[in-house]
């Protein structure tokens, strides 16, 4: 009777079931958990240090959309930008000067410039002839001493995890990757690379596409309602752009769930395809939910995607079935010839 090596797993153990990592006893566990847990505490602090260094850098990042939405309105012609020296003293109707403008989408803009009237010092209003732009981007203001503190440590909160995101995963994989096969490793590598992908994708079109037209329908809401919309808060804008952008960006990774759900054997392509009007109602939801001013042109742009990304996962789970189906055909001939 021939006897397996020394060091080397037995022959009937397949290869998939081979790379379980060695055997531990419970406190080296503990020990290596209390190390993992250090490693991640440290890695999270340093971020945050990091991003709170560079808040100044993050929040410009963030009033990008603001600035650059696709759908900025053109300015209004019959207004005139007053000016003190460079700085944008407020803007007045064009009839209430006497002026009238009939430039496109520009307004005439006005200087106050000090006038020597005998003992007196007076402010003069000139009118230019240049054209200057202005659009009624709303100003963020801290209203409240202990505001730039608070978004500061939003910043850093939310921007120190997301630096530390990878090096928590590469903390906690190498404390939970030794333990699992080969084939368990192959998975959770697919589903981690599969779902980070969708997240920064999700991230990038709410980043670029959607926030900024949302948050422009935010404006005409408001105006509509009667409400000047021309100053926020600076705390509240941060953290609704920033819960924004995660919000999209795990929203993204449905097509994740749903295909482990698939790979388990709860969900097939039949019950997906069965569950698409419930689908697109959940996607409506949950874009009139998230947008701002939920106006439908916003939660459509929003539901879009996600009822999207289902349809691919559809794709995706017919083609793993056919498949799976095709597998378990020749496997089945093949057993038949060897019956023969």
Same mark, same amino acid.
């Given at each position: 009777?021939?006897?397996?090596?020394? !060091?080397?797993?037995?022959?009937?153990?397949?290869?998939?079931?081979?790379? %379980?990592? @060695?055997?531990?006893?419970?406190?080296?566990?503990?020990?290596?958990?209390?190390?993992?847990?250090?490693?991640? /505490?440290?890695?999270?602090?340093?971020?945050?240090?990091?991003?709170?260094? $560079?808040?100044?850098? #993050?929040?410009?990042?963030?009033?990008?959309?603001? &600035?650059?939405?696709?759908?900025?309105?053109?300015?209004?012609?019959?207004?005139?930008?007053?000016?003190? !020296? &460079?700085?944008?003293?407020?803007?007045?109707? $064009?009839?209430?000067?006497? +002026?009238?403008?009939?430039?496109?989408?520009?307004?005439?803009?006005?200087?106050?410039?000090?006038?020597?009237?005998?003992?007196?010092?007076?402010?003069?209003?000139?009118?230019?002839?240049?054209?200057?732009?202005?659009?009624?981007? *709303?100003?963020?203001?801290?209203?409240? @001493?202990?505001?730039?503190?608070?978004?500061?440590?939003?910043?850093?909160?939310?921007?120190?995890?997301?630096?530390?995101? *990878?090096?928590?995963?590469?903390?906690?994989?190498?404390?939970? /990757?030794?333990?699992?096969?080969?084939?368990?490793?192959?998975?959770?590598?697919?589903?981690?690379?599969?779902? #980070?992908?969708?997240?920064?994708?999700?991230?990038?079109?709410?980043?670029?596409?959607?926030? !900024?037209?949302?948050?422009?329908?935010? +404006?005409?809401?408001?105006?509509?309602?009667?409400?000047?919309?021309?100053?926020?808060?600076?705390?509240?804008?941060?953290?609704?752009?920033?819960?924004?952008?995660?919000?999209?960006?795990?929203?993204?990774?449905?097509?994740?769930?749903?295909?482990?759900? =698939?790979?388990? %054997?709860?969900?097939?392509?039949?019950?997906?395809?069965?569950?698409?009007?419930?689908?697109?109602?959940?996607?409506?939801?949950? !874009?009139?939910?998230?947008?701002?001013?939920?106006?439908?042109?916003?939660?459509?742009?929003?539901?879009?995607?996600?009822?999207?990304?289902?349809?691919?996962? +559809? =794709? #995706?789970?017919?083609?793993?079935?056919?498949?799976?189906?095709?597998? $378990?055909?020749?496997?089945?001939?093949?057993?038949?010839?060897?019956?023969?």
């Amino acid at each position: 009777m021939s006897r397996e090596p020394e !060091g080397y797993p037995p022959s009937h153990i397949s290869e998939e079931e081979e790379g %379980g990592g @060695p055997v531990k006893s419970f406190l080296e566990h503990l020990e290596d958990l209390r190390w993992t847990l250090v490693k991640c /505490l440290v890695a999270t602090l340093v971020s945050m240090l990091v991003a709170m260094i $560079a808040s100044s850098h #993050i929040i410009a990042v963030l009033k990008w959309p603001l &600035t650059h939405s696709l759908i900025r309105r053109a300015p209004d012609p019959n207004v005139v930008a007053v000016h003190m !020296g &460079t700085n944008l003293w407020g803007k007045m109707s $064009a009839a209430s000067l006497g +002026v009238t403008n009939t430039a496109t989408n520009k307004v005439i803009s006005a200087t106050l410039i000090p006038v020597q009237a005998g003992t007196n010092l007076l402010l003069s209003l000139r009118i230019d002839e240049k054209p200057y732009e202005i659009t009624d981007v *709303p100003q963020l203001k801290a209203l409240g @001493p202990m505001v730039p503190i608070m978004v500061g440590l939003k910043i850093a909160l939310y921007g120190g995890l997301i630096l530390a995101a *990878p090096f928590l995963m590469l903390f906690i994989g190498q404390f939970v /990757l030794p333990a699992l096969h080969i084939h368990e490793k192959r998975i959770l590598y697919q589903s981690v690379g599969f779902g #980070i992908g969708l997240f920064i994708l999700g991230v990038l079109f709410a980043y670029f596409v959607i926030t !900024g037209i949302a948050l422009w329908a935010a +404006v005409d809401f408001a105006n509509w309602m009667g409400f000047a919309a021309d100053e926020w808060r600076a705390d509240e804008y941060i953290g609704f752009v920033t819960l924004f952008l995660l919000g999209m960006g795990a929203c993204f990774e449905i097509p994740v769930v749903i295909l482990v759900l =698939v790979k388990i %054997g709860l969900l097939d392509y039949r019950k997906l395809s069965a569950f698409r009007s419930y689908a697109i109602v959940g996607n409506l939801i949950l !874009g009139a939910v998230i947008t701002p001013s939920g106006d439908p042109f916003t939660m459509l742009l929003f539901a879009a995607p996600l009822h999207l990304l289902y349809e691919i996962s +559809v =794709v #995706i789970a017919w083609f793993w079935d056919r498949r799976d189906r095709k597998q $378990a055909m020749e496997a089945g001939v093949e057993e038949r010839k060897s019956r023969r």
